[in-house]
């Protein structure tokens, strides 16, 4: 009776979360079972003949590539499906666990932030309803994402491909989405609100990332100890490997045990690290709202920028693996003397840096996006409506979330950027291998454009279409895939001057094309102007 009671009503809070969720969750399921299946369709055509699968072979088995997808191993004649698991597992991966963690966190700590599960809990409720429909929740979801994967890869029937196979992919990314999605149930007991719940699970999933690729380049046995390494281990047309199914499953079990115990030894609001208490008297500079957003968000801006500066840094490691052609062909200083080998040590770092610059980019903009449309959120929470009681005008206001988030997301990237340049450089046997401090400010410039535009975009929807303030997330979305995938897809070009990120070439490999460079900063001025006049024009959502 005691365990049920602490469940009781878990049936009708299922209901009500996938009511609550029910658009956020089918633009998830739709845009990942379309993605899956639409770009295994299309495999047979990209790499259906043994000399286009040599071609790709060796590019995948190159340390750089490795860093960035994963490490597999080829036994026998190579096929089409196999090398669709080592492009698309790791990647799919990736986009599962994000989907996941803003799943759990909202569905549990973002609910209990708003006051929505104090009202739950005041009916005839159990204390372990609301996480245990999260729960059922992240199964239900994940698990529907694993059968229209599998459905998808077999219905695609790529050459090499097999039931088991199939199968073995959509359940084990189901598998690694709700270990990760547990890890979020647990981040949200343990913290005291949504953004440091969000903060740690975000850390230990980078933990996990930057310790499958260092171990992936250097040691690929101990890729094992990493949650995310366990996806590449699973091998599906090669020699199908059940068991990193089963250790997700044991750790999102153990995860959600963890969970349950946090959630029974808390009170409603409370967490096991919580916010360290305000001064008694208000600091001087809190006289505006910038002052009040940097109070507010100082910590994960802060945690940002080091997140980004660290991700670079650990990219940085294996800079003296990834430019060594000596590792991999001794003869070639005795065929073309020492000058060529460390040519082609250095176009080769410079590749992969500009490769890594488009990563550093993307993420380095997430921070900006946040913040713009933090603007919308704590408008339509009445969170400002003390703000707008005092002489404060919207042109104040607007700008004090717009000048941070674009400061952000720059300070950001040259961190990451700066990590990866300077950890890279140090870790070289030969310095003169490395990246100039003038191929660095190229990078820096090649990328800045970019982010400045999507943050642009950002303040155009935040000031004249707010309801559709999604669509941002979507279009950096769409822009990383098609430069990030779009080589190895072999993307047509069009889709990938689609967005900002396919209209610089790739910098430093390239020279910064300063044409483009100049209207790309008119473009986002311009979209920062006219979402300002947006804001001062249209009704304000204050609840």
Known sequence: MIAMSRYGRTGQLIRLAFRRDRFRILMWIVILAALMASVAWKFEDIYGTQSEIAAIKGTLASPGIVAMFGAFSFKGK??????????????????????????????TRGEEDLGITELVRSHA????????????????????????????????????????GNWLIGIGLATTGLLFGFLGL???????HSASATGIAYTLFGISYLARMITDVQHPRLTWWSPLGWVEKLAPYNDANWLPVWLSLATALILFGLAVMANNRRDLGAGALTTRPGKRRASAFLRGPLSLLWRRQRNVIIAWILAVIIFGVAYGTVFNTIGDILKTNPTMQQVFGAAMVHEANHKVLLSFTSLLAVVMAAVATIPGIQ?????????????????????????????????????????????????????????????????????FWQGIAGQLPEIWVFLGIAVLLVGCWPRIKTFTWLYLALGFVSVYMGSLLKLPSWVKNVTPAGWMPRIPQHAVDWTTFSWMIGLAIVLVIVGWLGYRRRDLQMR
């Open 125 to 164: 409720v159990g204390t372990a309803a609301p996480l245990a429909a999260a729960a059922w929740e992240l199964v239900i979801v994940n698990g529907l994402l694993g059968i229209l994967y599998s459905v998808g890869l077999t219905a695609a029937n790529m050459p090499g491909a097999s039931l088991e």
């Open 186 to 192: 647990l981040t949200a007991q343990v913290a005291d």
């Open 371 to 439: 913040l713009i449309l933090k603007a919308h959120t704590d408008e339509t929470r009445g969170w400002l409506e003390a703000v707008y009681a005092r002489p404060v005008s919207r042109t104040r206001l607007f700008f004090s979330y717009v000048g941070p988030a674009f400061l952000t997301s720059t300070l950001a990237y040259i961190g990451g950027l700066g990590g990866i340049v300077v950890m890279g450089d140090a870790s070289l046997d030969h310095v003169k291998d490395g990246i100039s401090a003038h191929e």
């Open 78 to 107: 190579v096929t089409t499906a196999e090398i669709f698991a080592n492009e698309m597992l790791l990647f799919m991966a990736l986009i599962q666990v994000v989907m996941n963690l803003a799943l759990s966190v909202h569905a």
